[in-house]
């Protein structure tokens, strides 16, 4: 049984950095891929961030040059290092797992998200 559990959320200003953890277990983390997806009230999920098991990332436009993907396979863990927040980027981020290495498909187990809220 996959679990995710995300970690790192709270309450910032615009233009501050918060960084978000996704430890997961129940499987060989290293050979899956990953996602960052947030949810934001009255809107549907969206695609944050995209890290396949070789490394390769993709980002959403609006958070390019923003934030940034990574994964440490030692420790079966994936982060979110997102800096120059915004108000716009307030939601709920959840953690993803894919059942392939890379992302070319839809994610298969979810974590339980962490809020985010940037205030103005």
């Known amino acids: 049984q996959v679990q995710l559990a995300e970690s790192g959320g709270g309450l910032v200003q615009a233009g501050d950095s918060l960084r978000l953890s996704c430890a997961a277990s129940?499987?060989?983390?290293?050979?899956?891929?990953m996602a960052w997806y947030r949810q934001a009230p009255g809107k549907q999920r969206e695609l944050v961030a995209q890290?396949?098991?070789?490394?390769?990332?993709n980002y959403a436009d609006s958070v390019k040059g923003r934030f940034t993907i990574s994964r440490d396979n030692a420790k079966n863990t994936m982060s979110l290092q997102m800096n120059s927040l915004k108000p716009e980027d307030t939601a709920v981020y959840y953690c993803?797992?894919?059942?392939?290495?890379?992302?070319?498909?839809?994610?298969?187990?979810w974590g339980q998200g962490t809020q985010v809220t940037v205030s103005s």
């Open positions: 993803a797992a894919y059942n392939t290495g890379s992302y070319y498909s839809h994610p298969y187990y």
């Open positions: 890290i396949a098991s070789g490394g390769n990332r």
């Open positions: 129940g499987r060989t983390f290293s050979a899956y891929a």
